[in-house]
């Protein structure tokens, strides 16, 4: 056990311990969330200690509540009962014994199981006057001191709960496709044979910060000249819960100057690298679950499987590739390819993280 996360809560009474912050979704299952809560029942007062793992969709920051509203919404919840201990917990895991060695005999395992339908930890980039929480989808752990799980009738002190941010990761699945392909032609005034372009990618997954190559395939059947090639990657991302609302942001745009002249042809691949380091100032973008002031990647592509509901996950990412052509006294011809980019295994290593 390299780290412990802990939060303690405001009376000291109870104590949140995981062993890592990141959860991956293996597309058929999700990584259990098991920690421990350190309890002392000094203060208690007869009251509880309950445990909830919560998805929720936030969009609006905590600052803007000023009217009683509020700017988040519960997916999915699951809570239990901690203290006084009731019924039979399963057997501790690994991450649970290290973690019972810190607490000693005042410490309490808990384990949830994630649903795999639902989305993983995604946000929009606030801009960079932009104060609070960005919009997206985040998961809780919290734990807190209550005498039921859920009365709305029941005020919870914040010094009687403790919580920390964790964050469900798409990582890829065993099987990758073949890439896609797409190929258009066009034929310009004063021409009577069209240009041919074909653009296709070697497979259909790639990982953060992987170069991608594109192949590119140009027959010029004009006698017009094909003065620059320009590839672009857009994200597109829909956001479903709080409205219907889709939109495309561009994240990558390179020109290459290859001239192909009339009635020449060429075929050539062309490496680009889409890095959220390159898009820091757009607002809106969408990127994958921060915690904290940590750096953190693009969105994951959102993996639909059958029978999920599109509108459990909150917002939904895609990628594609444009490939342009910018022809001499032509204008533009332009084709598209699908893209997925996922979480590297190389991203999903345990760093320190300050407590959220």
């Known amino acids: 056990l390299c780290r412990v996360y802990k939060k303690t809560s405001g ?17 058929e299952s999700v ?15 007869g009251r509880k200690v309950w ?9 609006g920051s905590d600052d803007l509540d000023v009217i009683g509203l509020s700017f988040r919404k519960d997916i999915w919840v699951k809570r239990m009962q901690i203290y006084p201990v009731v019924g039979t917990n399963p057997a501790n895991t690994p991450m649970q014994e290290a973690l019972l060695k810190k607490c000693g005999d005042q410490g309490h395992p808990f384990t949830f199981t994630i649903d795999t339908n639902l989305p993983c930890s995604v946000g929009l980039q606030p801009a960079p006057e932009d104060a609070g929480k960005s919009c997206g989808v985040d998961y809780e752990v919290k734990a807190y001191i209550a ?13 009687d709960t403790c919580r920390l941010i ?14 896609p392909k797409a190929d258009i032609s066009k034929n310009f005034m ?20 992987d170069p991608i190559p594109v192949n590119v395939k140009i027959n010029n059947e004009t006698t017009k ?13 829909e956001v479903l819960l709080y409205q219907s609302d889709k939109y495309s942001k561009t994240v990558l745009t390179e020109e290459f100057a290859e001239e192909i002249k009339g009635e020449s042809t060429l075929e050539k691949t062309f490496t680009v690298i889409p890095l959220l380091s390159n898009n820091k100032e757009k607002r809106g973008l969408a990127v994958d679950g921060r915690l904290k002031d940590e750096d953190t990647n693009l969105a994951s592509t959102t993996i639909i499987r059958p029978g999920m509901d599109k509108g ?13 052509l910018l022809v001499s006294s032509g204008g533009l011809l332009g084709g598209l390819t699908d893209l997925h980019l996922i979480s590297s295994p190389a991203g999903l290593s345990d760093t320190s993280h300050p407590d959220n």
Do not use: W
């Not at 009474?13 to 979704?25: N, P, T």
């Not at 445990?51 to 969009?59: E, H, I, K, N, T």
């Open 312 to 324: 459990m996950q909150g917002i939904m990412v895609s990628y594609k590739i444009k490939v342009n």
């Open 225 to 237: 000249v094909v003065k620059k090639i320009k590839i672009t990657v857009e994200q597109t991302t």
């Open 31 to 45: 990584d259990i969330v098991d920690g421990v809560i350190k309890v002392d029942p000094a203060e208690l007062e």
């Open 51 to 59: 445990v909830y793992l919560a998805c929720a969709f936030r969009y």
């Open 190 to 209: 004063m021409s009577d044979k069209p240009v041919h372009l074909e653009a296709s990618i070697e497979k259909e997954l790639y990982f953060h910060g």
């Open 11 to 27: 009376n000291e009474s109870i104590a949140l311990y995981l062993g890592k912050r990141d959860f991956v979704d293996h597309v």
């Open 147 to 159: 005498k039921e799980a859920d009365d709305p009738d029941e005020k919870i002190s914040k010094k």
């Open 166 to 179: 964790i964050r469900k990761i798409q990582f890829a699945p065993g099987k990758v496709g073949a890439g």
